[in-house]
């Protein structure tokens, strides 16, 4: 099963023009925080936003064995990146509201913040899925990221930028099994959406990511979903793209990692809506 491209160019691997190496990419100076950042794609984000210059990330989580294992990694492969680890549930106000003071006291207002963490719930049909599991969708999906989005309004650098890392499958026709994660990231998307409209002085940008072989992709393989996999670098680039200057123009819009960036370039001046960025998935699969 694949999904459709809304550009002719469908990436499924890293290309040269969202090469976090490029001189135009630089977040050099920048304060990153990516949270999620000890699993999944959130190590590889992680090593883009080095590779690109930034020798100020903190990765946030839950475990401090996976954080302190990313950050061996980043630091062996970056010997001028420090990568500082903060432990919090994004769940627990209080809690992600310590780290981000943390932050600010040790590295100042944050410029970048990248918003990975997600949960998956079990991949059940409503009929048969636990109450309680279901709604912990939202509760990390969406109260989750609605902490977040505080902490971050209130400690954020001038001219700062929310990436939020969702999922394709929130507008596409129903799949097997997907409704708690779905109907959660459709919920966050749309709350993206208004954090960018009451807020202008913050660019915020909401990112599919690709199909990743991780643990949470084994999770939904449970339910009956079968996608071709996209190389793990590719939103870990693109991340480092989107917060780039020539991605301004896609403020609070939900765009996929796979799409092509010069091809949305050259749609930009008649496609600006979410709506219209989701027009090209209408009549999958």
Known sequence: MGFPPYTKTFHTSPYSGIDPSRPELSTAGKTIVVTGGGSGIGPRITQAFATSGATKIVILGRT???????KKEVEAAHTNVTVYTSVADITDESAVSKAFEGIEKALGKVDILVSNAGYLPDTKPIAECNVEEWFRGMTVNVKGNLILSKAFLKHAAENPIFVHVSTGGCH????PANSAYAVSKMAAARMMEYLAFENPQIRVHIIHP????????KKSSEGGLDFAFDDIELPASFAVWIVSPEAEFLQGKFVWSNWDIEELKAKKEHLLSTDDLTLGLQGWP
């Open 64 to 70: 401090v064995s996976s954080l302190e294992k990313t």
């Open 172 to 175: 596409i026709p129903p799949m």
């Open 210 to 217: 690709g199909v990743i072989q991780t643990e949470m992709y």
